[in-house]
């Protein structure tokens, strides 16, 4: 007998056999330094490939100095402070809003082709 946590996971995770699964469009998302922007995270200049933001995962805004680091190329973000790190944009809003992934790709105005 399998363990209960694994029957969860793999109820949970395991394609059905026939079921289409679904890419997104990468392109419908909004650029790193567009996102930042528009969320008014941006506190100075960006440096390069780099931007400094106030990390969101400092409960209560703690954090005075930007120590979250985002790449303006493809949106990878570390916190130099904390460790709170992502691989994209769709990660960093999820980290700030607190989102699932297709919640936060919706809010982002991603697309799921089909």
Do not use: N
């Amino acid at each position: 007998m399998m363990e209960p946590g694994l029957q969860t996971y793999r109820r949970l995770f395991t394609r059905k056999p026939g079921a289409a699964r679904k890419s997104l469009d990468h392109g419908s998302l909004p650029a790193p330094l567009q996102y930042l922007s528009e969320r008014g995270l941006l506190k100075g200049k960006p440096r390069g490939e780099w931007a400094a933001v106030v990390c969101p995962a400092h409960k209560g805004g703690a954090e005075k100095t930007p120590s979250l680091r985002v790449s303006l190329t493809d949106g990878h973000y570390r916190c130099m402070a904390c460790g709170a790190s992502g691989g994209d944009v769709i990660a960093l809003h999820r980290l700030i809003t607190g989102l699932g992934f297709r919640d936060a790709v919706r809010e982002l105005g991603g697309r799921f082709d089909d």
